[in-house]
C-alpha cells in the first residue's frame, strides 16, 4: 500500500500525469542556450563543450541534433571614463 492508501500500483497515466507515457522521446523538441563568458576564446571552448553535450544526447536517445547559432557577442570593452 502506498502512503495515500491506494494500491502500491498505478497505471502509467496516473504515474506520470504530466508527461503521459514515461520514457518517450517526443518527435521533436527545442531548447535555447545563451552562454556567456568575459573572452571569446573561452566561449569557444563552452560552446563546443555543450555541443558534445547535445551530440550525446542525441546519441543516447537515437536522434537527430541542430544547431543555430542567433548571435554572437564579443569581448567586453570597458568604457574607462563612465567608470
Not at 520514457?23 to 558534445?52: C, G, L, M
Request: overall charge negative.
Amino acid at each position: 500500500m502506498a502512503p495515500d492508501g491506494t494500491p502500491g500500483y498505478l497505471d502509467p497515466i496516473r504515474r506520470y500525469p504530466r508527461c503521459g507515457q514515461p520514457n518517450v522521446v517526443p518527435a521533436e523538441a527545442q531548447v535555447w542556450y545563451f552562454v556567456r563568458s568575459n573572452t571569446h576564446d573561452e566561449i569557444v571552448k563552452v560552446f563546443d563543450w555543450v555541443r558534445q553535450i547535445a551530440d550525446g544526447a542525441a546519441l543516447m536517445s537515437k536522434t537527430k541534433v541542430g544547431v543555430t547559432i542567433d548571435t554572437d557577442c564579443h569581448e567586453v570593452v570597458p568604457n574607462l571614463p563612465l567608470a
